[in-house]
T-cell receptor
């Protein structure tokens, strides 16, 4: 059983398109995250949700809109895709509230987005 | 200055060697730290947590020096399977990842 799953694994699309990435965790965790890992392998937090509520929203363009229909799911919709959006997007989850600094984060396998 | 800084490497070591990585952090209020491991084209996975004075798990030892604001990871008796990127992480309200240190262990 996959603990944190993401779909799709690969996404190749044209500039200007709108796309969504889905994430699900079956660990019963309260907190979920989206990270972006760019070509320099730097992993940066974008958003985090605790029990469907947005907790962290980093300086991400508003073309990126997360949605959490329930605490087991956190989807990421991206409008008007740009070349610079090409990266690997990782979903993650952790047990407690995001303010808890001791929780391990469990990552999904990543979605490799290529914008042409 | 980056919030979490690591030497990107790569570190090239023979099997059986001992290798150490250092990481510095800028937020003196950070309470917890972690080492994650990331294999090529895979997701990061927790290697070990670092609390208070440090932590040991088999061949891996992590140390925290609050006065100097750095943490370290020591790997003894390196195995080929230890080849990966090691990410230093500062926990808290916002998790901050370092850019990673690449390790290659050769036969």
């Amino acid at each position: 059983d996959t603990a944190v799953s993401q779909t799709p694994k690969y996404l190749v699309t044209q500039m200007g398109n709108d796309k969504s990435i889905k994430c699900e965790q079956n660990l019963g965790h309260d907190t979920m995250y989206w990270y972006k890992q760019d070509s320099k392998k730097f992993l940066k937090i974008m958003f985090s949700y605790n029990n469907k509520e947005l907790i962290i929203n980093e300086t991400v363009p508003n073309r990126f809109s997360p949605k959490s229909p329930d605490k087991a799911h956190l989807n990421l919709h991206i409008n008007s895709l740009e070349l610079g959006d090409s990266a690997v997007y990782f979903c993650a989850s952790s047990q407690g509230p995001v303010a808890s600094s001791t929780d391990t984060q469990y990552f999904g396998p990543g979605t490799r987005l290529t914008v042409l | 200055r980056k919030e979490v800084e690591q030497d990107p490497g790569p570190f090239n070591v023979p099997e059986g060697a001992t290798v150490a990585f250092n990481c510095t952090y800028s937020n003196s209020a950070s309470q917890s730290f972690f080492w994650y491991r990331q294999d090529c084209r895979k997701e990061p996975k927790l290697l070990m947590s670092v609390y208070s004075s440090g932590n040991e798990d088999g061949r891996f030892t992590a140390q925290l020096n609050r006065a100097s604001q750095y943490i370290s990871l020591l790997i003894r008796d390196s195995k080929l399977s230890d080849s990966a990127t090691y990410l230093c992480v500062s926990g808290g309200f916002k998790t901050i990842f370092g850019a990673g240190t690449r390790l290659f262990v050769k036969a």
